[in-house]
């Protein structure tokens, strides 16, 4: 079975950056899109960042263009990151690594998750 741990989140102020990481086991890391969802309160969950080896693709939300950037290693360590630079307090959510079959996807419902890490941006 697939299993993700999250790791990274934190209290950081407006402005300010995180890293994100994610390791990955119990798949063969290279046939899966990896992405990162993130949950507000009260809010839809959202695909916030994806990449996929399978065709080289990489999306990002709108709300993150420009501010985020997801990475992975499979090299050393299965393992995926999201840096998160100039951070908004809208940022502020739960954030969960995911994973899906081949390509990237923004059905939430056909990822396997992890457990989340809370990322809050102080004003």
């Known amino acids: 079975d697939v299993q993700l741990q999250a790791s990274g989140g934190g209290l950081v102020q407006a402005g300010g950056s995180l890293r994100l990481s994610c390791a990955v086991s119990g798949i063969t890391f290279d046939d899966y899109a990896m992405s990162w969802i993130r949950q507000v309160p009260g809010k839809e969950r959202e695909v916030v960042s994806c990449?996929?080896?399978?065709?080289?693709?990489?999306?990002y939300a709108d709300s993150v263009k420009g501010r985020f950037t997801i990475s992975s290693d499979s090299n050393t360590e299965n393992e995926v990151f999201l840096q998160m630079n100039s951070l908004k307090p809208e940022d502020t959510a739960v954030y969960y690594c995911?994973?899906?079959?081949?390509?990237?996807?923004?059905?939430?419902?056909?990822?396997?998750w992890g457990l989340g890490t809370q990322v809050t941006v102080s004003s």
């Open positions: 995911a994973a899906h079959a081949v390509f990237c996807t923004l059905q939430i419902s056909e990822y396997d």
């Open positions: 990449t996929s080896k399978s065709d080289g693709s990489t999306y």
